[in-house]
């Protein structure tokens, strides 16, 4: 399996994490090389911006907010993900531009032309090989880990979550390598889709 740039998408709770972690534990079974990260990625920089920005102490206004994220990004991007690329790794990465798309773009309404561009600037133009987008029925929402009031974004409304998954379909639609999974199935049913994924986008060899 040569390196690839696995990421996952999707709103809150969607099951990034559960599956991320699968599916590297899958890999690394199978002797692959693989790092696995989420924005901000544990990068000391990286960390304090994205600390800053979902501080309920602060009333970030959404432009402040988009390039705070993609001073994140772009931390993160370069100091991590990059490098793991070219040693070979495979990165799955959590979260990735698709993200700034969906919440900047769609929920607090800035133009996507201005985001795709900071995106671009944020990640030296690095695209993934493959974006799985996470999607499941707002009834999951409340009933799916622990309703903590964690962080200012998980204090958004009903309404503005249904707006993330209109974006989300939307921007995926428009996005190469990307593809929707359909997130209200058990773990393992969805586990096996993202493997059936990544056969199909030539990523693992079919067996
Ligand atoms: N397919 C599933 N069916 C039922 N519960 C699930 C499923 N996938 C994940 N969960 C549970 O839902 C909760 C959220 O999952 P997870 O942390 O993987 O989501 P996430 O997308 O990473 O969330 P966040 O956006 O907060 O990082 C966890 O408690 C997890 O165990
Ligand atoms: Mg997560």
Redesign the pocket.
Known sequence: MKAKFIVFE??????????ANLLSDYLSQREADVLLTREPGGDDVAERIRRLVLDPAHKVSPMAELLLYEASRAQHTQQKIIPALEAGKTVIC?RYTMSSCAYQGYGRGIDMDIINKLNDIATLNLKPDLTLV?LMSDK?FTE??EYLFSDRLEREDEAFRHKMRKGYREIAAKTANAVIID?D???AE?HKTVLRELSNYAILDGE
């Open positions: 999707g709103p809150d709770r969607s099951g990034k994490s559960t599956q959590e996470l999951y799916r880990g997130a199935k058990p773990v969805i």
